[in-house]
């Protein structure tokens, strides 16, 4: 079963394999019909740029992770991810740059900053998995930051992948209710979503040792 960074993981790699030529098709499309051979090669050209600066992005972004207590090396990332969500808004590496600069805002503990990143690409996002992905770290922030309102909100707003069997989202949202309502004292709805959790895998919460346990303490609280 995919957790939701393998699934963000794979979603970065058809940009990295197909995004200009995604966005350059696009292009040559608009251009055939209107004629615009001067623009389509500057266009062009533009997406060539967000693909360099979005490798370049991800060069800077993993030596900040290797770094962790390097101000510099995170400040250089972090401008790498700001140069292209200023730069190259519309695409989808603007998208996953938003995506590097919540991390980074959770990390440091700033939970707005991290909030608001996230709630761009909700908004921006044309892919349904990246909006859930999105939606579910929202949540989670929102959690950390104390507000189980704001968080259970996030959570239950739009669910384009969640609810069938095995569905990755659907259990892992299942399993953060879970964790917002623990937060809130509900135990017993906590148990409800915990099991819920277990049974989306097809073979209870067995499958899940971390449910399990968390299973285990809303169940002693009742």
């Known amino acids: 079963m995919r957790t939701e ?11 990295d394999e197909n995004g200009v030529s995604t966005v350059l098709s696009v292009i040559v499309a608009i251009a055939a019909v209107l004629g615009w051979r001067g623009w389509q090669s500057a266009q062009e050209a533009k997406a060539e740029a967000a693909a360099f600066s979005y490798q370049a992005m991800q060069t800077a ?4 992770a290797q770094a962790p207590d390097d101000d510099i090396k995170i400040a250089e990332a972090m401008h790498a991810a700001d140069t292209i969500k200023q730069e190259f808004a ?11 600069k919540a991390k980074q805002a959770v990390l440091d503990e700033d939970y707005a900053s991290a909030e608001t990143e996230l709630r761009w690409v ?9 909006r859930e992905i999105a939606r579910l770290r929202l949540a989670r922030v929102l ?4 507000n189980t309102d704001g968080a259970l909100a996030a959570l239950n707003q739009g669910a384009e992948t969640g609810g069938t069997s095995g569905d990755i989202f659907a259990a ?3 399993e953060l209710a879970g964790d ?40 002693s609280q009742i």
């Open 5 to 15: 960074d393998d699934q963000v993981q794979a979603l970065k790699k058809w940009w």
């Open 180 to 219: 917002i309502h623990i937060a809130r004292g509900e135990y017993q709805l906590a148990v409800e979503q915990y099991e819920r959790a277990g049974k989306i895998t097809g073979d209870g919460p067995t499958r899940l040792p971390l449910v399990a346990m968390k299973l285990g303490y809303a169940k």
């Open 143 to 146: 959690l950390s930051a104390g």
């Open 172 to 174: 892992q949202k299942a």
């Open 90 to 100: 519309k695409t989808g590496y603007a998208q996953f740059a938003a995506l590097a």
């Open 61 to 64: 972004v993993a030596a900040a």
């Open 122 to 130: 909700i908004d921006k996002t044309q892919s349904a998995q990246l």
